[in-house]
């Protein structure tokens, strides 16, 4: 991983304070490697560095990436911006400062003992209210320059000695722009206004002492007591308080919030859940204390206090008692007790607000128009100085400043926006992507110019179907196609009650005896199905359930309206997978399970203990008794790094896991171990008291677990595959051809993420993966990022809390080792999470980013990338609806990117510069013009000539450059290489644009040159015969800059002769050089002579021929990459 880049290079000007540490005498550092290994990082460190690492944010990578010198020049080029926009961002936080989040005590059913004020319960999407609109949009426009400019010059005309000529000409294209705009915004601000006004009248069932009452979702009030009915969204964060289910708990979706589909259980209150009636919830007096609003959607810590028990009643509150705003209650009807509302919500919290996206090419052409106002300048300033400056010099200044000023057409910002629409309504009709919406339009370029793409991995990059693949007990392994031998065995085991042995099956291995091998084999099968078959979190749900336990027994187990759900989708393919085979789970509550065997017999199971899968402990575990026989077994499941210490000893386990990773599998190791009475009993005492623990629960409860975790007999390794999504390998090898680099970011696990990598291809078979170990202070980050620069060309894999931690203390040296990798794989990231990596790629590498996710936890990664791309999928709409790109399918993306965005951009690129080239040429000539007449500040042409040049005589075929190609849409896929070119940003910059001046400069002066030297003694014809020339040299250069000619193109350039041609006999009154000066008119009878039309012929043909020459010799000696691959 490039060695040469040193993590911290030293710097003369930060030596004073940083010096290399060369020991190991910090005690935090210590470690088991040599001492003299750490004499060779190049890390820099001062001396409290590891005695502050928690608190210490001067670090040098912050101060590094920040320094910057300040001077005059700095602030001439763009300072003066940075200084305003940070007073006013200060004035902004003096007049609304954040109120700071508090843990809370809230009583239930009663929100006037609240003793603070909260916030209001309500959605607020709009960006303007009545007073902001106005300002706002003005704002959002008159912050380019080029409007600032157009505005300035119209005011100007105010101006009786500066007029130049009719209002309109100045104030109608601008009014026309600040309309459409205005119009557009507006439109948007009711639409959201809409949504939001419909989600805060949702109405909600009330509990108070009076009875039930209807509450719209605005009016929620922490404290309050709420019914949220099935397949009801949950209005605000509640506590789970009581449910209609008789076994106490319940199941949400949460697509909505951390993207994943599948239900989430969640347990009421065990106090408030036992009472007899619901209005007995205020007969109690009874509070929740609740922690201080967070971003974290995966903790909570809370406590549920009865005071009128005798005695009180204490109940600890975890994220099972939570329900979140914006999931969706799944089964029965629960009661809870609001904590947080509005802006205090987890959705909220974790949701950024969107900013308004301004496209690269928007930028870069308008730094151009400062260049061409500093060349307006320039030259009207040597206009003045050549006329020596007499007289009222500076009104003659500002004159030329004005005649000068079509340089800088307005048409520009009008003709790109009529341009990005029509990309826009190009890619919703496109057949080969279906259902594509465009959202926003204004920036169809950014898919042309992407460098990084950040994706999300469940449901955008798979299907988050799991399928059983692999199962193997160490000395035989069955794969899909041998799943009937698995079944077989599991139905001879049950039809013979306890006897396992005795069945052969043909595929048996002899390498011991016979028998022995057959009843080995057939036991061990038996076992690891059942363990499989009840170590897990499943809960079957019935559509149709019946009243009566009985009735479900002899009824619904048995019928097709059986489905699973669990909060993650390989325990359901494992669940399913055994009900394939011949055990299938039945019925479930919290505290017992029924599995259904071949025969049709029930077998019943208490369940004693549950230890759910954290990402720390990367395991799960559950004790169950037996009904029939009262044996206790302890059964656990996890990732192999995780179970290979705790298991007995094998010398198969890692090499299968290896095997099975490689293939794209996702692995669980399956063990079990038997427990006396009395073992279970100490265990269960040791428990308890280590939960009731007020300090180190957590720590206190996993080690009391950890002393049952001891010489787990291993019982199996299964291995289950995540269906990608259609052509997602395709794609990406597509995407990575066409020089984007890709990272995927996704909430899940790390196995599990590195499974996808591998299975998707995102990490090729051959490359090396470089797992971040877990760090948490500043030491550690430093040595594993030291290990991480030694490696090569290897894709890097990181949790989201080792990342928080790299990028407080070394986010500059992490980030350019980083964007080294061929890959980037961050697994645990937070919704928040996502977008700081969006902005800090952003920030450090200057480069255009994509986001593309399918749930409501991807949006604020989607609205903080230049570019977000939603995809309509299982996980609902939200992301679609926030993106300004919506899809129905990843592999979508490849014709996105590769035709429309390379479309787009280049197209606009060619657009840009014409337009300019309009304004310019028409400059030059006016500039020959007045240098010709003693620096006179006269227009050349009046009135309507001027708006008619940039609208209705060349608006059409100008405009028509949107529908030019470069390449076939099936040569941009077939040769994706192409695409980095656009990266580079060759088809708009100086070295093009000088080109264009150039033309511009050489055209302008043949023009009016060309009308003088060729008037002969016609001279008030001059103006006939310069226009007419102007109008054919554009019409005959939008020709020379077609690359493929579509019908409408020919079309458009008829179409604008024939309107000049049209018009020329209603213009007669603008055609001689200043009427007022004198007095000149068309003549018709000189524009149907033949000395009109050759002169107008000679004209065009030398402004034009040699640049169609050079065009010729340029694509034939060198020829562009993609005119190459045309021929």
Not at 724 to 746: C, F, H, S, Y
């Amino acid at each position: 991983m490039a060695d040469g880049i040193p993590l911290d290079p030293i710097r003369k000007s930060l030596r004073r304070n940083h010096y290399y540490y060369h020991s190991v005498r910090h005690s935090r550092l210590s470690v088991d490697d040599e001492p003299s290994s750490l004499d060779e990082m190049p890390l820099m460190m001062s001396d409290e560095a590891f005695e502050n690492d928690e608190n210490d944010y001067q670090t040098l990578p912050r101060a590094r990436v920040n320094h910057r010198r300040r001077g005059l020049g700095w602030f001439l080029l763009g300072g003066w911006k940075v200084l305003w926009s940070s007073c006013c961002d200060c004035l902004v936080r003096m007049c609304r400062r954040k109120k700071e989040l508090k843990a809370r005590t809230v009583w239930l059913g009663h929100p006037e003992k609240c003793e603070e004020k909260f916030p209001k319960n309500s959605i607020h999407n709009q960006k303007y209210n009545i007073f902001t609109f106005v300002p706002g949009v003005l704002y959002q426009q008159f912050k380019f320059f080029l409007n600032l400019y157009f505005l300035v010059v119209a005011c100007s005309q105010f101006v009786p000695s500066l007029k130049i000529g009719y209002l309109y000409t100045y104030w109608a294209p601008l009014g026309f722009v600040l309309a459409v705009t205005m119009v557009r915004e507006a439109v948007d601000e009711v639409r959201r206004h809409r949504r939001d006004k419909e989600m805060n009248s949702q109405l909600y069932t009330k509990l108070t002492l009076r009875g039930k009452i209807q509450v719209k979702s605005s009016d929620i009030q922490v404290g309050d007591l709420i019914i949220v009915e099935k397949n009801q969204r949950i209005p605000a964060d509640m506590i789970f308080m009581r449910t209609s289910e008789k076994n106490g708990a319940c199941f949400i979706r949460t697509d909505q919030l951390d993207g994943e589909t599948d239900w989430k259980l969640k347990v009421a209150v065990g106090c408030t859940q036992r009472l007899p009636a619901v209005g007995d919830l205020f007969s109690i007096n009874a509070f929740v204390y609740a922690q201080k609003p967070q971003l974290d959607i995966h903790s909570f810590e809370g406590n549920f206090t009865r005071e009128d028990a005798d005695p009180q009643v204490h109940e600890s509150l975890s994220i099972e008692n939570t329900l979140w705003a914006s999931t969706v209650v799944a089964s029965g009807t629960v009661i809870g007790v609001v904590i947080y509302t509005g802006k205090e919500t987890r959705s909220v919290l974790n949701t950024s607000h969107a900013k308004n996206k301004v496209g690269l090419l928007d930028l870069e052409l308008n730094r151009l128009t400062k260049a061409l106002f500093f060349a307006q300048l320039v030259l009207s300033i040597v206009m003045e100085a050549v006329h020596s400056f007499v007289g009222l010099w500076l009104r003659n200044l500002f004159r030329f400043v004005v005649l000068f000023s079509y340089i800088i057409p307005i048409s520009l910002r009008v003709n790109l926006d009529m341009g990005k629409a029509a990309y826009g309504w190009m890619i919703m009709k496109d057949e080969n992507i279906p259902g594509t919406v465009v959202r926003t339009s204004t920036i169809p370029e950014e898919l042309g110019r992407l460098v990084y793409l950040l994706t999300d991995k469940t449901g955008t990059l798979t299907q988050n179907e799991m399928i059983f693949k692999r199962l193997h007990l160490g000395t035989v392994s069955y794969g899909t196609d041998t799943m009937d031998e698995i079944q077989s065995h599991i139905i001879q085991s049950y039809a013979q009650g306890s006897s396992s042995g005795g069945s052969a099956t043909a595929s048996q291995k002899s390498q011991t005896p016979g028998p022995k091998v057959r009843k080995s084999v057939s036991s061990r099968i038996h076992e690891a199905v059942k363990a499989i078959a009840l170590c897990h979190n499943v809960t079957p749900v019935y559509e149709a359930c019946s009243e009566t336990e009985a009735a479900e027994a002899e009824q619904d187990f048995s019928d097709d309206n059986r489905t699973y759900q669990a909060s993650s989708p390989d325990e359901v393919a494992l669940v399913q997978w055994t009900e394939s085979v011949g055990l299938t789970l039945v019925n479930r509550d919290l505290g017992s399970l029924q599995l259904k065997t071949p025969a049709g017999q029930i077998l019943s199971f208490n369940i004693l203990q549950i230890f759910p899968f954290t990402s720390e402990s990367k395991r799960m575990g559950i004790i169950v008794r037996e009904e029939s026989t009262g044996d206790i077994t302890f059964y656990m499941k996890g990732a192999d790094v995780a179970m290979a210490s705790i298991v007995q000893y094998n010398d198969w386990l890692e090499e299968e896991c290896g095997n099975m990773a490689r293939e794209g599998l996702r692995t669980l190791v399956v063990a079990k171990k038997s427990l006396s009475e009395e073992q279970y009993q100490d265990f269960e005492s040791r428990y308890n008291q280590a939960k009731l623990s007020i300090h180190d629960r957590t720590l206190k409860v996993a080690a009391v677990v950890e002393s049952l975790e001891r010489e787990l007999e291993l019982l199996c390794l299964t291995g289950v595959e995540d269906q990608l999504q259609t052509d997602v390998r395709p794609t990406l090898e597509l995407l990575r051809n066409a020089g984007i680099k890709i990272w995927m970011l996704t909430g899940d696990k790390l196995e599990t993420a590195t499974c996808i990598a591998k299975s998707s291809h995102l990490v090729s078979r051959n490359q090396d993966i470089h797992v971040f170990r877990p760090v948490t202070n500043r030491g550690e980050a430093h040595l594993e990022l030291n290990a991480f620069r030694r490696k090569h060309d290897c894709a890097l894999v990181i949790s989201g809390d080792s990342l928080e931690v790299c990028l407080r203390y070394y986010e500059h040296e992490f980030v350019e080792l980083a964007c080294q990798c061929p890959a980037v794989v961050c697994c645990r990231c937070s919704p928040t999470q996502k977008a700081q990596i969006v902005m800090l790629l952003q920030q450090h590498t200057a480069n255009r980013t994509c986001a593309i996710g399918d749930g409501g936890n991807d949006v604020s990664m989607i609205q903080a990338a230049d570019c977000g791309i939603g995809i309509e999928g299982k996980e609902g709409k939200q992301a679609s609806l926030a993106a300004d790109f919506s899809i129905t399918q990843f592999k979508h993306i490849g014709r996105l990117l590769m035709v429309h965005g390379r479309n787009s951009y280049k197209r606009s690129a060619a657009l840009g510069q014409f337009v300019m080239h309009r304004g310019m040429i028409i400059s030059a000539m006016q500039a020959v013009f007045s240098s010709i007449f003693y620096f006179a500040s006269v227009p050349l042409y009046q009135g309507f000539l001027m708006v008619g040049y940039a609208t209705i005589y060349t608006m059409f075929p100008v405009f028509s450059l949107v529908l030019d190609e470069d390449v076939k849409p099936e040569m941009a896929l077939l040769y994706p290489e192409l695409y980095k070119d656009l990266t580079k940003g060759r088809s708009l910059s100086f070295k093009t644009f000088l080109i264009w001046v150039l033309v511009s400069v050489y055209q302008g002066g043949i023009l009016m040159y060309g009308a003088l030297v060729l008037f002969e003694s016609e001279f008030v014809h001059v103006v006939a015969i310069s226009f007419t020339s102007l109008i054919l040299t554009e019409l005959l250069m939008v020709a020379l800059t077609v690359r493929t000619w579509h019908w409408l193109m020919v079309l458009a350039e008829f179409l604008s002769l024939g309107c000049y041609l049209a018009s020329l006999a209603f213009l007669n009154e603008y055609f001689g050089i200043g009427r007022v000066s004198f007095g000149a008119f068309l003549d018709l009878n000189f524009i149907t002579t033949w000395p009109f039309l050759w002169k107008v012929s000679s004209i065009t043909l030398v402004s034009c021929l040699p640049l169609y020459i050079i065009k010729y010799l340029k694509r034939k000696f060198s020829p562009s990459s993609y005119s190459k691959l045309a021929s």
